[in-house]
């Protein structure tokens, strides 16, 4: 493989045989978007070179091994593999640990924390007194009692309602998050993987809204000459194809979707390494890889003020630091008034976790 090195995966003492070989195999299969067949290849070379197996225990038998796991499923009839859901989770949780792993120590709640307090599921430690459309679950019984007792006295048993004391709630909110993710060519173009970061990136985040955020809404869309939706569980083997860049399908079909979710809270995030090289004219394809097309450009700043007048906005995650580009996406993001990233494919993940807690913090009104 290329330019990655697989030194940190070297043997550890508190590691069983399998679970460092797991390690080396979810990163490959990540590599070979999916390719079962071609993994295992991969994993028998880095053997011969690495050494990962002994005499103890061999590759056969983590072959076995993952196929009583529940990890690989077999096809009687050519003998070849497939990976399972069990296998899809858990190569987005290993982006995840990669990524945020950070977020180990932090919070478990499942929702926005906002500013403002009110009916939510977050107990604090402010009291008020009860107010007519307080919900039943925040009075404080215990505190209601005592002082209907001062109020009323000792003897037989009363309460008003100037006695019920409220216990102030976090409000909480929801987030509908779209996240794009460029497959053109440009992609692994020059014999340099971006797709893979990018791929690691979107399964992280969507295992964090899962995991973490259970009531927000992830969609995932991939672009090139068009764009359209995948599933969560398409993400491993998502591929680069001979594609342009069509960014105004990315953004049109991003807007669509977001249209039909009801909370207020909606945001893009999109990941590319190019410029905006293509449109769809009816039936007919307008494209130019030759530098900025301003034909090109206009249509995407209209969409950046399309999203801005609808309250959502775009972060764009430049994987690119030439000049002109960088260029388009100050146009863009002052066109929308959101966030814009020129970053490395190593810290790619660091910004898109900072991003989106940022943007988890606010209250859309």
């Not at 490959?28 to 290849?41: Q, Y």
């Not at 982006?95 to 499942?110: A, E, N, P, V, W």
């Not at 927000?216 to 398409?234: M, P, R, S, Y």
Request: proline content about 4%; hydrophobic content about 35%; some cysteine.
């Amino acid at each position: 493989m290329p330019g990655y090195r697989f030194s940190k995966f070297s043997k550890k003492d508190d590691q069983s045989p399998f679970d460092r070989l797991f390690d080396i195999f979810r990163e490959v299969l990540t590599h070979t978007s999916g390719d079962v067949n071609e993994a295992l290849a991969w994993m028998n070379e880095l053997d011969r070179e690495y050494k990962l197996t002994d005499n103890n225990y061999g590759m056969g038998d983590f072959i076995e091994d993952l196929k009583k796991r529940g990890y690989l499923q077999e096809n009687p009839q050519d003998g070849s593999f497939a990976i399972t859901s069990k296998m899809e989770q858990s190569i987005r949780q290993s982006s995840l640990d990669q990524i945020f792993g950070k977020l180990r120590k932090s919070r478990t709640r499942g929702n926005h924390k906002t500013p403002y307090s009110g009916r939510g599921d977050e107990l604090t430690s402010d009291r008020r007194p009860f107010q007519f459309g307080d919900a039943p679950e925040q009075i404080d019984m215990t505190a209601s009692m005592r002082n209907a007792q001062i109020h009323h006295g000792t003897g037989e048993f009363a309460m008003s309602e100037d006695d019920l004391e409220i216990i102030e709630q976090e409000h909480k909110t929801q987030t509908s998050t779209v996240l794009m993710i460029d497959i053109s060519h440009s992609m692994i173009l020059y014999g340099e993987d971006r797709i893979t970061p990018a791929k690691k990136v979107a399964m992280a985040l969507a295992e964090l809204i899962t995991r973490r955020y259970p009531k927000d809404t992830l969609d995932i869309i991939v672009f090139g000459n068009d764009a359209w939706q995948i599933e969560l569980k398409d993400l491993p083997y998502l591929q680069v194809g001979p594609y342009h860049t069509n960014t105004v399908a990315g953004l049109d079909l991003a807007m669509d979707i977001l249209r039909r979710r009801k909370n207020p809270n909606k945001q893009i995030f999109m990941i590319t390494d190019g410029k905006p090289s293509c449109l769809k004219q009816g039936e007919e394809y307008y494209m130019n890889s030759f530098g900025l097309d301003r034909k090109i450009v206009a249509q995407c700043l209209n969409r950046a003020h399309a999203c801005r007048r609808v309250h959502i906005p775009v972060t764009t995650f430049m994987i690119a630091k030439d000049p002109y580009l960088q260029q388009f996406v100050e146009e863009f993001t002052d066109a929308n008034q959101g966030r814009a990233f020129y970053t490395s494919l190593k810290g790619l993940g660091d910004y898109i976790f900072e991003d989106y807690t940022t943007n988890r913090r606010k209250r859309v009104r």
